[in-house]
């Protein structure tokens, strides 16, 4: 029967588009060389009414067709906020029919439907007004800094006042977690390392002034904050010990008075030390006044009444996203995890997840509970659809009746982890503040306040990817350093946090540091990156259960604690990431080392899967399109997964970044996304973003791209490679040979597009321009006498980038191919991780098996074995090495090219027509005596073997409805007269022919074809 079931490219359908969703499926191999010549969908609301033919919404009949990819839905319109089954069988013959397929169960997006009213925690934060803030001050690095007027962490004032000969005070005003710097002057005065001192500012209206003792130094007026809280702020380079804070209001009212004697006070989550309040690094703090709203508890309780249930769903989402770039919501029902989310969004509207809570629910009484966390926007929205078995339904919406904590005092301020990008939450906690057993049915929630109405003013889209989990590891070791600190590895770097399990009493404290890396003494919590994964839990009496609610990447727990307490088995690492099919790719060959390299870059998509493709979950957590063109690729080597692919192109057609060239991508994220699914919906929908993005309003006379190469981060700038350091030297022109190589593959990709969606005169326009392009850069860029190209006009300098990208991305004539392979080949690897996809292309698209080989599972400094061995990485990282980029993290999916390299170009499996309909296979094995290899696409997998000790043996499995071409280089594989090889296959004999020095396979049947010499028939 058919297997695999997709719709809307998703195997659990959860919040689909009801306008025509589009249906996939495995085609079952009824017998050899088997092919769907036909196939009938049955769509109905329940499975009963599937199996028993009752109440069909939908039967196709028999359709006479090979389509089993991207079919589209021709029934009566779906209705929103629904439940649907479906299922399919095919034909292999007109009298060979398969079983029915497993029914699978459809939810279609909310639509028009909802009821639910946006809600959340009313705000219990106390502001202080005009008064004076007082500080007592010793500076042992750099620089102190004050908030004040804070409206939260994200929107205040900063007063910094930094060391030097003289002193400076430079201020600051902050929006949305951007900082503008108001002035910076001196003060006349040398501020000194190691000294006290009286940092002291008035706050009158709009006017603030500010002394050093009694000297005023500074007089601003400005008018962006009236009113908010204090709190102190530290830097990636700065440090400084606090001795006192005060705030004295107009009246005279000493409203904060901290010395610091008897711990951090209003200050919540700070630490002391010596009498003093010290900071980590990157870490801030802002006084707990009364309680802020940015955390949030929300929760109703509901009776179910007892029959059967058909399914439950709930229509989630939360506002907003954007400055910790990771999900507002983690949502229980009865006690249970049922996910998180929301995905950000393409282009301001507000994106909802539509998770299955079926098995959670019972008969009777039912909780569901959310725990929130924005510094703006502040808004949850959920509805929980019950569909029972009899067709009755019961939905339970946010609105009147939920309840709400703040969870401030929980989770109190404690500033955010760091690094710049986004503003992720320091997670301090106090157990004893927890209102326990809040998310599970029969809580008394009497005391808590009524929800409060919340602005939702976005439109609502449903999330295209499926959701992510939480799932639990053990550390793979323990190790206690002394009494009270232990180092826990997790064998593998993860995203998430930790679950602490543990017996304590009141006001014990563990220090949690989670690290990338380990240290001669711990985990080293202070990133490269910037971040500061250091927190500290406090804990209450009784057993008890700790877990972080926002992710982190991390390896390495260490622990500080009570030496009393016993936290040996205490930690579980909390796995977050997108679902994951170990079995759907293998590689495994005669070399352990390149086997090493492919698992470890498969893991590094596994591990940082999340709902959108970013650069890294660590240090920006920001979706580029030169991450993306890596990760879908790797993706579509090691699963079955496209949605994801599919969501973060269209995400990047609508928020795009600055380098010229990643604009280009996109249209090729599409057309690889077209090739692996057969689904134009995205092209037809993202196809005039597309148009915008080329660069042909630069075009010179000659049809080269011609502009300003720009400067980093500046709009449209060229980016060749990064960091800068790996650029080989590269010499930037006003005509770049890298941005015209990536021009031509877009224009290339657009004229493929163009034609797909019927649009001839774009098809005919987009491939003259590429044509003219490739022309005139291999005209006018290419030196053949050398074997390589240029960087730009106007330069005689030959970076390895400027052949490569040309190379891979098909600019070189194939008269030039060899050639320009073996220049690249000669200059080993020269580029960054990011680069190295492309070099490598390049490298087995000139046939140089063995060189790409050497690269592969080389261990000099430029190298996946380096990364592994030397530097303890289990996921690829930015940079080659810290040396290369000191902010370098340990979690950067673009450097994962092997993931995707080995089984399109080593196993050489490639999609040929859209939908893999068509496959090539041409292993380019190097020095490899055997390899075998699996590899996914949307109809199945592929799998490959190759054996040359004895003799030589290729044997190809394809999946039903799968057309093959296999392709061998004789003189790769040492094969001297190819009529030493003989071919088998199943079904019709294939058209075997040998041109240009390679045994050419076409028409390869689905099921087995073994190619094999005389030796090993």
Known sequence: MPTGLLTSLLDAPLGVTPDRPRLSWIVPALRPAARQVAYQVQVAHTRDELVTNGGIVWDSGRIDSGDSTAVEYAGPPLRPGSLYHWRVRTWAAPDLV????????????AGDTWTAEPIWAPDGAVTLRDGVLDVSVTITAVAASLWFRAQNASNNYLWQLRAGSPGVLKTHVQRNGAYTVL?????????????????????????????????????????????????????????????SVSFTDMAGKVLVNEDFTAGPGVFVGGRVSGGDLVLDRGQSLLATFGESNDWALLRTEFVLPDKPVAAAYVYATGQSPEPTRQYVYKLWVNDTVAGVGPVRAMAGEARYQTHDVTAHLVAGRNAIAALCYSPQERAFLAELVV????????????????????????????????????????????????????????????????????????????????????????????????????????????????????????????????????TATGARYNLRAGQTYREVWTLRDGWQQLEHWGYRTFRWVELVADPALDLTDAVEAAVLKLPWADDDAA????????????????????????????????????????????????????QRSFALARYSTSYLARRPTWPAEYRLQTVLTAWEDYLATGDPTNLAADYDLFVDRQLDESLNASGL???????????????????????????????????????????IALSRIAGVLGRAADERRYAELAARLRAALNDQLLNRVAG?????????????????????????????????????AARGMRVSVYGAQFLLEALYRAGLGHAAHGLLTSREQFSWLHMMDDLGATIVMEAW?????????????????PANIVPRFVAGVRPLAPGAREVLVAPQPGPLDWLRAKVPTIRGPIEVALDRRNGFRLVVDLPANVTGRIELDLAQFGIADARALHVRSEGRAPRVRI???????????????????????
């Not at 809040?438 to 439109?459: I, K, S, V």
């Not at 060749?720 to 930037?732: A, E, I, K, L, Q």
């Not at 040396?883 to 090219?897: L, Q, R, Y």
């Open 183 to 243: 002035s910076e002057r001196s003060i006349g005065l040398p501020v000194a390392t190691g000294t006290p001192y009286q940092f002291r500012v008035e706050l009158a209206g709009s006017t603030i002034r500010t002394y050093l003792g009694d000297l005023l130094i500074d007089t601003a007026v400005d008018t962006t904050y009236a009113s908010g809280g204090i709190g102190v702020r530290n830097g990636s380079t700065e440090s400084q010990r606090f001795h």
């Open 788 to 824: 390589a190209y240029r960087d730009g006009a106007g330069t005689e300098h030959q970076a390895q980038h400027a052949t490569a990208f040309p190379l891979a991305l098909g600019v070189a004539e194939d008269g030039d191919v060899r050639a320009l392979g073996e220049w690249l």
């Open 705 to 747: 791209v011609e502009k300003s190469p720009g400067s980093s981060s500046q709009s449209n700038a060229d980016l060749v490679d990064w960091p800068t350091s790996n650029r080989d030297g590269y010499v930037f022109t006003r005509v770049n040979t890298v941005i015209n190589a990536w021009q031509y593959a877009a224009f």
């Open 387 to 518: 569909v029972f078995a009899d067709g009755t339904r019961q939905v339970i919406a946010t609105g009147d009746g939920w309840r709400t904590r703040r969870a401030g005092r929980w989770r109190p301020a404690a500033g955010f982890t760091g690094g710049g990008y986004y503003q992720a939450p320091q997670e301090y906690l106090d157990a004893r503040q927890e209102p326990v057993g809040w998310t599970a049915r029969g809580f008394d929630d009497r005391d808590w306040e009524a929800a409060a109405a919340a602005p939702l003013r976005r439109r609502l889209e449903p999330a295209w990817v499926s959701n992510m989990a939480y799932t639990y590891r053990r550390p793979v070791a323990i190790e206690q350093l002394e009494p009270g600190r232990w180092l826990l590895d997790l064998g593998q770097a993860v995203v998430g946090g930790i679950r602490l399990s543990v017996l304590g009493r009141s006001g014990q404290t563990v220090e949690i540091r989670l690290g990338e890396e380990r």
């Open 98 to 109: 398969s079983a029915w397929s497993e029914p699978q169960a459809v939810v279609t997006a």
């Open 995 to 1017: 041109a240009d020095g390679r045994l050419v396979i076409a028409q390869v049947e689905p099921g087995r074809t073994i190619v094999a010499s005389d030796d090993r028939g």
């Open 881 to 897: 090495d810290p040396s290369i980029k000191s902010n370098t993290t340990f979690s950067h999916a673009w450097g994962s090219a």
């Open 587 to 638: 590689f495994e060959s005669s070399d352990p080392d390149l086997d090493r390299v492919w698992q470890m870059c498969r893991y590094s998509i596994e591990a940082t899967r999340l709902d959108l493709y970013q650069d890294t979950p660590t240090r920006e957590r920001g979706p580029y399109e030169g991450d993306a063109i890596i990760n879908q690729l790797s993706e579509y080597a090691t």
